[in-house]
């Protein structure tokens, strides 16, 4: 991992502050990375997508995630004001605050929901996108995930079920996890999200490459990661159904790279093949024998942003 060339927090709305850094030539291309989560954190490792000798990376915490406060797993940091609208609001203030007219947006797994959300925003402000492992949190990708994935997973859905009590809605997870991370006892909260993070990396883990990264993290990262995820997906990213996809006219002209595994079972490879049908100067890139997270789907990222970025 390479240390950051700067860094710093930013201040933004509802007392949030965000963490910020920067890698590779300051007088580069800008290129805007989101992590993936949502409640992730900006992570070095990703640097490696770019030339360092072209390209000015930014990255950032997104708010209540990693270094950002308030610290989104504690049970006293209320989420009202952590949607996908403010999430937006959050990435033009860094925009202006780092004085960039414009960036690639590069978007991992949920970065890629973000990053799409942002660019139908504020298309005069995106040069290009490249999305990684494509998402839309849509209400048929969070059924998918909390629940019709109980089909190739079944008795490791059924613990994940058990684990928030038999009066839980089984189609209506994520809000019922939310519930509990909210919860008073601790020990109630830290239950939850160590079974959140288990289901996760269960149905990631679809190709041999894999290696659990949520379970194994510290408690900390897992109330922070499990609290932001149920929290988006109870809602549905906070968009109205189907919203990117009719808006996809307003970045069509933007070139852009979709770049998906063929054995993502976490998001099948119809999200990202309906959104390049809508996208005409995308490119559409189905990686063979590829799972969420494979280090192929990065080399082909790369590859994309270097095309994008003459």
């Known amino acids: 991992m390479t240390a950051p060339r700067t860094h710093g927090h930013l201040p933004v709305t509802d007392h949030n502050t965000l963490y910020w850094e920067e890698h590779g ?95 139908q925003a504020h298309p005069d402000r995106v040069r290009a996108l490249v999305l990684i492992a494509v998402t839309t949190t849509s209400p048929t990708e969070v059924q998918w995930l909390t629940h019709a994935m109980g089909r190739v997973f079944p008795e490791q859905w059924e613990a994940f079920r058990d684990a928030v009590g038999p009066d839980a809605d089984p189609h209506r997870l994520p809000a019922a996890y939310a519930r509990l991370l909210a919860h008073p006892d601790p020990a109630v909260r830290a239950d939850a999200a160590r079974a959140w993070c288990r289901w996760e990396d269960t149905h990631m883990a679809t190709t041999n490459a894999f290696t659990p990264f949520l379970s194994t993290r510290p408690l900390d990262f ?48 119809d999200t990202a093949w309906n959104l390049a049908r809508h996208w005409p100067a995308a490119t559409l890139h189905i990686i063979e024998g590829a799972g969420h997270t494979d280090r192929a789907l990065h080399t082909a990222g790369a590859a994309a942003i270097t095309r994008l970025t003459p």
């Open 25 to 119: 030539n300051p007088h580069g291309t800008p290129c805007l990375v989101l992590h993936g989560g949502p409640g992730s954190s900006a992570h070095p490792g990703l640097v490696h997508l770019f030339d360092t000798t072209r390209h000015r990376v930014i990255l950032f915490d997104q708010r209540g995630a990693g270094r950002s406060t308030p610290d989104a797993g504690l049970p006293t940091t209320d989420l009202a004001t952590n949607t996908t609208a403010h999430l937006i609001d959050d990435i033009e203030a860094l925009r202006t605050a780092r004085g960039i007219d414009s960036w690639l947006v590069t978007g991992t797994s949920w970065g890629t929901t973000l990053g799409l959300a942002y660019a």
């Open 222 to 269: 897992q109330l922070r990661f499990a609290r932001l995820v149920t929290h988006y997906w109870a809602a549905h990213a906070f968009l109205p159904e189907h919203h990117l996809l009719h808006n996809m006219h307003r970045i069509a002209h933007l070139p852009g790279a979709l770049v998906h595994g063929r054995l993502d079972i976490s998001g099948p490879a």
